[in-house]
């Protein structure tokens, strides 16, 4: 393959099965040996969830109108596809769903400096493993200086909300192509996969896609 495959990945980090799917996909990547590049956009699940967040549980039942053991089984069912990949959900019942409007604007800063994936896997990590608060601006700012990150730059980038409309901008984009759901991967900027499809099922595109490539 002459030039790398390109990966476009929509994606929240309040998703689950955004960073499940990804990790899918980098499995099958890595045993297949494409030559990838990826990119991230930005796409919010609850854009008007309010500053304070609101407990995962509770979110949950008012979104989806699961039963609390639904809930637990499906909870149950993607910590032991995240254990098998190597990420490590901890819910817990004080778990919280934040607005992520700023987190994608601190994403699209990193970018600028070709630092995006490593952000988000960062945040995957602070929302999913460690219960961190995503609301908090500081809390985003230190995840950014964690990894390297210009600390200061990262809190003036929140304060004076200097790419809001970039990320908007992105957002309806993303949108008007049909993406009403998450993860939703596109393969060379035509070819549209919507879920976590498992590793088996992304390791059966990439071949396709490489025949298709020649």
């Known amino acids: 393959m002459t030039n790398p495959l390109r990966i476009d990945i929509v994606s929240d980090v309040m998703c689950p ?5 990804y990790r899918q996909l980098s499995r099958a990547l890595e045993a297949s040996g494409t030559e990838h590049e990826i990119h991230w956009h930005p796409f919010e699940l609850n854009p008007q969830m309010p500053p304070e967040g609101q407990n995962t549980r509770e979110h949950i039942a008012e979104k989806y109108g699961s039963t609390p ?44 400096q070709g630092r995006k994936h490593d952000l988000k896997m960062a945040l995957f990590t602070a929302h999913f493993t460690d219960q961190r608060n995503l609301s908090d601006d500081a809390v985003l700012a230190d995840v950014a200086a964690e990894i390297g990150l210009e600390r200061d730059e990262a809190a003036a980038v929140l304060d004076d909300q200097r790419f809001a409309d970039e990320v908007r901008s992105a957002e309806q984009f993303w ?5 009403s759901g ?11 996969v919507t879920g ?13 896609l490489a025949e298709m490539r020649g």
Not at 17 to 21: A, D, Q, V
Not at 79 to 107: E, I, V
Request: hydrophobic fraction near 40%; proline fraction near 1%.
């Open 17 to 21: 099965w955004c960073i499940i799917g």
């Open 69 to 112: 053991e639904q809930s637990e089984q499906s909870r149950q069912q993607m910590k032991a596809l995240a254990d098998d990949l190597g990420f490590d959900f901890q819910w817990t019942r004080d778990s919280r769903m934040h607005n992520t409007f700023n987190t994608h604007q601190l994403l699209h800063w990193a970018g600028l």
């Open 175 to 179: 949108q008007q192509q049909g993406i």
């Open 182 to 192: 998450v993860p939703a991967v596109v393969f060379d900027r035509k070819h549209l």
């Open 196 to 208: 976590a499809q498992g590793v088996d099922n992304y390791t059966g595109i990439l071949a396709q």
